[in-house]
């Protein structure tokens, strides 16, 4: 396998997934009396696909941010004429701004200062001077939520706080969010509705809820799994679509929660459907968790590269338990993202 060759293919895809994952460019709003730390921010975030406005304190920071409605606000903790504390508590409660995630820039790190964060209404706490991975990772996961918690009716909202819990006790930590934005990606190429595309999203994070109500002891084990232990995994995705039903506007979400480990020759489940009868979301939603699982590390194995991983689906679907069109679809689809 040569080197050379994968890194860029990798990056680029890291790279369309961040960029790409909502429909519209998110705003940032950065709120800092110093210039150097939002040439700093500014900087950092340029190679991104966002839109940077700066406020200085200077003009009223209130108004201001209820006219530039933007999609995530770093906000600096010590500025010298507004108390950023009080600042946060009048944002979150307008119901204008009350679902903008305000993150706090900080030169001390103190849990004194972070807990007057948390107290203010304040989504988290990036101590100065910043770490450029660490801004990029937080800002990003902050935004998919925050797009794909607009517009949500309540039960939505629950259920995405559930699985977000879930997904922060699995190994596969933070996989969702990356699998929501491949499933974004995918689904423009393959041209499906942006109802279909919707779903897919929103299954990438919903589909593993069901875990919530299986052990640690079983979840989190690292040696090889009993018998028993598996059938208890397995019913993940029927408790999974349980929890889901009141999803009743996302109708088309259930399917992809109950059949994502179906296999194409029918030895998957939890019906052992074959073929065609598979769902065709279930089939591309499973295409691209199982990428993500192979291109992402794991307490028991590296990351492996894109090219092997599409490699490892090939062979997969010449053991018949992928639907071989489509891995042939995806394996175009990533292979074209190095052009
Ligand atoms: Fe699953």
């Keep these: 396998?040569?080197?050379?060759?994968?890194?860029?293919?990798?990056?680029?895809?890291?790279?369309?997934?961040?960029?790409?994952?909502?429909?519209?460019?998110?705003?940032?709003?950065?709120?800092?009396e110093n210039p150097l730390s939002r040439m700093i921010v500014?900087?950092?975030?340029?190679?991104?696909?966002?839109?940077?406005?700066e406020l200085d304190g200077m003009d009223p920071i209130f108004e201001g941010i209820i006219?530039?409605?933007?999609?995530?606000?770093?906000?600096?903790?010590?500025?010298?004429?507004?108390?950023?504390?009080?600042?946060?508590?009048?944002?979150?409660?307008?119901?204008?701004?009350?679902?903008?995630?305000i993150v706090f820039t900080t030169l001390t790190d103190s849990r004194t200062e972070r807990i007057k964060a948390m107290e203010a209404g304040g989504s988290d706490v990036l101590v100065k001077p910043l770490n450029r991975i660490e801004l990029s990772t937080r800002v990003k996961s902050l935004i998919n939520q925050k797009c794909l918690s607009d517009g949500l009716n309540p039960t939505e909202q629950l259920l995405l706080t559930i699985a977000k819990a879930v997904d922060s006790r699995a190994v596969t930590k933070g996989g969702s969010i990356r699998v929501a934005s491949l499933v974004r990606l995918f689904g423009r190429y393959l041209s499906l509705s942006t109802a279909e595309i919707e779903n897919l999203a929103f299954a990438a994070h919903l589909h593993d809820i069901g875990t919530i109500a299986i052990p640690d002891a079983v979840m989190l084990k690292a040696g090889e799994l009993t018998t028993e232990e598996k059938e208890i995994i397995r019913q993940h995705v029927l408790l999974g679509e349980e929890i889901c039903q009141p999803l009743r506007n996302r109708s088309g979400v259930l399917p992809i929660v109950r059949h994502h480990h179906e296999k194409w020759d029918g030895?998957?489940?939890?019906?052992?459907?074959?073929?065609?009868?598979?769902?065709?979301?279930?089939?591309?939603?499973?295409?691209?968790?199982?990428?993500?699982?192979?291109?992402?590390?794991?307490?028991?194995?590296?990351a492996y590269s894109p090219q092997e991983a599409l490699q490892i689906m090939d062979e997969e679907a010449k053991k018949?338990?992928?639907?071989?069109?489509?891995?042939?679809?995806?394996?175009?689809?990533?292979?074209?993202?190095?052009?």
């Design 1 to 32: 396998m040569k080197e050379v060759g994968e890194f860029p293919l990798a990056t680029k895809i890291g790279s369309l997934v961040s960029n790409n994952s909502n429909l519209t460019t998110a705003k940032i709003l950065i709120v800092d």
């Design 42 to 53: 500014h900087d950092f975030l340029s190679l991104e696909d966002y839109k940077l406005v």
């Design 67 to 101: 006219e530039q409605q933007p999609d995530l606000i770093l906000l600096d903790a010590m500025m010298r004429r507004i108390d950023s504390f009080t600042l946060c508590r009048q944002l979150k409660g307008n119901h204008l701004t009350a679902n903008i995630p």
């Design 267 to 302: 030895s998957g489940y939890p019906d052992g459907l074959s073929g065609e009868t598979i769902p065709y979301l279930a089939q591309i939603f499973q295409v691209i968790d199982i990428y993500d699982a192979l291109t992402s590390d794991r307490p028991h194995k590296r």
């Design 320 to 339: 018949g338990w992928r639907n071989p069109e489509l891995i042939e679809k995806f394996t175009i689809f990533i292979r074209s993202q190095e052009q």
